[in-house]
C-alpha cells in the first residue's frame, strides 16, 4: 500500500468511505506529512499555502477523535475571515458525512448571535468560527471550551495581522491545558514563534516546500517608472486578456482608485478591503465567484480565504515587502492542473524586493519590458453575467430550486441563461446572462417564488 493513501492510516470505515465518496484518492503532501503526527496525538505547526489540503489535514485529525456521545466542543477551528470559516466548515461537514450525529456549529461575526445561541443550546461537536464572535458567546457564557480536545488555528499568520492576538490569547485561555493544538499558517514570522512557544506542547514542525512550479505559473516582472503603473495595467490586460484576474494592492485608497480606473477603462473591476461592511463583502465576492464580474482588486489581508477555483492571472500592482506575501499571492493561479499567469509591476525603488524573492525562491526573477507587449488599445474585459439580489433567503425556506423552477417557468428563461445561485440568510442572488436580465426583472416585478412577492434589485 503506497505511503500516500489514506488507507495506510488508521483511519475509521464511515472516514475512509467519506474520503471514497468526495474522490480523495490519495494524500497532499502537507496530508501525508501532517495526518499521521496529528493521529498520534502531537502538537504541530504546519506550513503550507492555500490549496495544498490543510484543511482535509487537520478536518480528518479532530474527527477521528469525536465522541459523538459528548454533546460539547471537542474541537474548536479559529479562522481569520467568515468566509475561510465558511469554507472550513462546509468541508468538514462533507469529510463527516458518513459518521451520525456529528453536529458542526458556525461562530461568526456579521450574522445574527440569536440563531448562534439557539444552535450552541442544543449542542455541538465542532465549532468553526472568528476569534471576535466566539469571544462573544465565551463572555455571554453561551460556549464553554472545558471539554475541548483540538484546537485549531487556521491561517495564524492571517489572524495575527488582522489584529487578533488578544482575542486569540482570551479563547485559548479558556480551553483545558491538555488540548492538541495545531496551528496552520502560510508564512513563519517570528510572531507564530513566539505564539507556538506560548501554547503549544513540543510541537511537530512541518513545512511543504511554498514555491510554484515554473512551468504551472508564469511570472514576469516588469520595471515601470513611479507614475506608469496604471499604463502598466492596461498593456498586461490588453496582451494577456485574462478571463478572470485578481489585482493586488497594498492599501484600500489604492484598492478603490484602481478600481475606479479599470473601470473607466471598461474593464469591469470591484475592490475588496478591509473598509467593506459584510454584506458589501458578500456581494462582491459573489458576483465575482458567478461570473458577474472579471476582475478583483484585493489587500492581502481581504483576499484571505477567498474560494477561487479557477483563477487565470495575478497582478501584483505594487510587490509585496514579504517574499512569502508574495508566494501566496502567486498561488492562488495555476491551481488544478491549470497554467496561470502572475504578472508584477515594478518600480527601480523595489529592486529590493525582487531581489528578496529571488533569494527566497532561489531561482532568478524572469524580466521582461513593457515595449514587446502587444498593446490593443481597443480591449475591453465585460462580464457576460449580471447579479441580481432577491429579499429573501435561507430563513424564508427559499431554495436555488425555487429561484431556477421560477425563472425557467413563468419567466420563460432557458436554464443556460442562469448561472450561479446563492442563498444567505436574507438574502439570495442569481447570475443572469446580461442580455436576459431585463425579462427576468420584469417577471420579478409582477411574478412570485413559492406563492409570494419578493423584491429583486440588479447590482450595480
Not at 208 to 228: G, L, P, T
Amino acid at each position: 500500500m503506497a505511503n500516500d493513501s489514506f488507507r495506510s492510516l488508521q483511519l475509521s470505515k464511515a472516514q475512509l468511505d467519506a474520503l471514497d465518496s468526495l474522490g480523495y484518492e490519495s494524500m497532499t503532501a502537507i496530508q501525508a506529512q501532517s495526518l499521521p503526527e496529528i493521529l498520534k496525538g502531537n502538537d504541530l505547526i504546519a506550513q503550507a499555502k492555500t490549496g495544498s489540503g490543510k484543511t482535509a489535514a487537520f478536518g480528518i485529525g479532530l474527527l477521528q477523535k469525536l465522541n459523538p456521545r459528548f454533546f460539547g466542543a471537542q474541537a474548536l477551528v479559529l479562522c481569520p475571515t467568515r468566509e475561510l470559516a465558511e469554507q472550513v466548515g462546509k468541508e468538514i461537514r462533507k469529510l463527516a458525512r458518513f459518521m451520525p450525529n456529528i453536529k458542526l456549529v458556525m461562530l461568526c461575526g456579521g450574522k445574527p448571535i440569536g440563531p448562534q445561541i439557539g444552535s450552541l443550546e442544543h449542542g455541538a461537536h465542532i465549532v468553526v468560527g472568528t476569534p471576535g464572535r466566539v469571544q462573544d458567546h465565551l463572555r455571554k457564557n453561551t460556549l464553554k471550551l472545558d471539554g475541548l480536545t483540538t484546537l485549531v488555528l487556521d491561517e495564524a499568520d492571517r489572524m495575527l495581522d488582522m489584529g487578533f492576538a488578544d482575542a486569540m490569547q482570551a479563547i485559548i485561555g479558556q480551553t483545558p491545558k491538555n488540548r492538541q493544538t495545531l496551528l496552520f499558517s502560510a508564512t513563519y514570522p517570528d510572531t507564530i514563534q513566539h505564539m507556538s512557544r506560548q501554547i503549544q506542547r513540543n510541537p511537530v514542525t512541518v513545512t511543504v516546500e511554498a514555491e510554484h512550479n515554473k512551468e504551472v505559473i508564469q511570472q514576469v516582472f516588469y520595471e515601470v517608472s513611479k507614475h506608469d503603473r496604471n499604463t502598466a495595467l492596461l498593456s498586461l490586460f490588453a496582451h494577456y486578456q485574462p478571463e478572470t484576474c485578481v489585482v493586488f494592492c497594498h492599501t484600500k485608497k489604492q484598492c478603490d482608485d484602481v478600481a475606479d480606473f479599470l473601470n473607466n477603462e471598461q474593464i469591469d473591476a470591484l475592490a475588496i478591503h478591509g473598509d467593506l461592511d459584510q454584506r458589501d463583502r458578500d456581494q462582491v465576492l459573489v458576483r465575482f465567484a458567478n461570473n458577474s464580474c472579471p476582475v478583483l482588486v484585493a489587500t492581502d489581508v481581504a483576499a484571505r480565504g477567498l474560494d477561487i477555483k479557477a483563477l487565470q492571472m495575478v497582478i501584483n500592482y505594487e510587490l509585496p515587502r514579504d517574499p512569502e506575501v508574495y508566494v501566496h499571492r502567486i498561488g492562488r493561479t495555476g491551481r488544478a492542473g491549470q497554467t496561470g499567469l502572475a504578472m508584477s509591476i515594478v518600480t527601480p525603488n523595489e529592486t529590493p524586493r525582487i531581489l528578496a524573492i529571488e533569494e527566497y525562491s532561489n531561482r532568478p526573477c524572469p524580466c521582461d519590458e513593457l515595449t514587446l507587449l502587444n498593446n490593443n488599445v481597443d480591449f475591453s474585459l465585460q462580464a457576460p453575467m449580471a447579479t441580481i439580489q432577491i429579499d429573501a433567503g435561507r430563513k424564508g425556506k427559499l431554495r436555488p430550486g425555487d429561484i431556477l423552477g421560477a425563472l425557467t417557468g413563468d419567466a420563460g428563461l432557458k436554464g443556460s441563461q442562469i448561472g450561479k445561485i446563492d442563498i444567505f440568510d436574507m438574502s439570495s442572488y442569481v447570475a443572469i446572462e446580461k442580455s436576459a436580465i431585463r425579462q427576468a426583472l420584469s417577471y420579478f416585478s409582477q411574478g412570485k417564488i413559492k406563492g409570494r412577492n419578493v423584491r429583486a434589485r440588479k447590482l450595480k
